[in-house]
């Protein structure tokens, strides 16, 4: 199967999760304006109702929701695993990819471990390569310590769900042996795997000038059509400005702040959109080089000290192996 074809046969995944996040959000919503509204009613104490209900919101949310959409997550993963592995995947994949994520995690316990610890080296790693550009010093160190810590938290993001897909890949093995070869893998083969991030910023960037761009431009439009409330609020925000002179002074221009709220509305709904269908076509090509990097030359005992000295983290999960 070539990587468009394992793309549309798993994004009904991303679809779900999405689906299930919005869902999340009005659950939390309702939650949080019913609480206000019966302790308004009842009690004539609304803020502490809202208060309440946005509590109980947000355990529902942690609880069922987010729950659920992990699952889809690493189904997914699992089922992209299997199709750049083994070439084929079954008709009914939604079904499979929950039965694998169950099989392979006989606990929610056991899945949200491993996916902590693979998160939890990566991060680590990537805060000392980020500490390059603060030890410069100065504004100058700053942007670049900045810069550099951005472009590591995109990079970790995709390893840790290639990291995830090699434990589902090895799966005669235990999560936490597995999870330390999947960390070890890149280091291995970083020369290989590093030309994927060309792919990774590519089409990102390319899907925020086009996805971002186009929502910007609409949101603009929008946004025109109301220059009262603009004028308003960049009135609102110059009286501001005078009191907290850190606020920037273009956001008192109307245009200019017309411009930023449409920008801002763009980026977010790229986002969403990016994540859902754009990232997920992205991953099947790196998922697919990560693991054919590590079928020839699988991780050994012996490799695995090559990061024990860089992540205390990896060394406490390589010591649960002894």
Not at 44 to 54: E, M, N, S, T, Y
Not at 166 to 190: Q, Y
Not at 270 to 280: E, G, K, Q
Request: glycine fraction near 12%; hydrophobic fraction near 50%; proline fraction near 2%.
């Amino acid at each position: 199967m070539n990587n468009k074809e394992i793309y549309q046969k798993t994004i009904g995944f991303s679809i779900r999760r999405l689906l299930w996040d919005i869902a999340a959000v009005l659950v939390l919503v309702i939650l949080t304006v019913g609480g206000f509204l019966l302790a308004e009613k009842f009690a004539d104490a609304g803020l502490v109702g809202l208060g309440i209900g946005l509590i109980v919101g947000i355990i529902a949310v942690v609880i069922f929701m987010r729950y659920i959409s992990y699952t889809y997550k690493a189904g997914q993963i699992a089922m992209m695993t299997k199709a750049v592995s083994e070439g084929s995947l079954p008709e009914d994949v939604i079904s499979e990819g929950k039965k694998i994520v169950k099989e392979r995690f006989i606990t929610v316990a056991v899945y949200f471990a491993a996916t902590k610890a693979i998160k939890g080296i990566f991060n680590q790693i990537g805060r000392a390569i980020t500490s390059v550009g603060d030890r410069i010093g100065g504004d100058t160190g700053s942007a670049i310590g900045s810069a550099i810590s951005t472009v590591i938290q995109v990079i970790i993001r995709y390893l840790s769900d290639c990291c995830l897909g090699w434990v589902f890949f090895r799966k005669e093995v235990k999560a936490t042996k597995a999870t330390c070869e999947g960390a070890v893998l890149f280091f291995k083969h970083g020369k290989t795997l590093g030309k994927n991030m060309g792919r990774v910023f590519g089409m990102g960037l390319i899907s925020l000038l086009l996805i971002g761009g186009a929502f910007t431009g609409i949101f603009y439009l929008i946004a025109s059509g109301f220059p009262a409330v603009f004028a308003e609020l960049a009135g609102e925000i110059g009286e501001l400005i005078k009191e907290n002179p850190d606020i920037p002074q273009a956001l008192a221009d109307t245009g200019t702040l017309m411009w930023v709220t449409a920008g801002l509305g763009g980026v977010i709904l790229w986002s969403f959109i990016h994540s859902t269908f754009i990232r997920p076509f992205v991953l099947v090509g790196v998922l697919r080089n990560y693991i054919a990097s590590g079928v020839d030359d699988i991780p050994t005992e012996a490799s695995f000290d090559m990061l024990d000295s860089k992540s205390d983290k990896f060394r406490k999960l390589h010591a649960e192996l002894a």
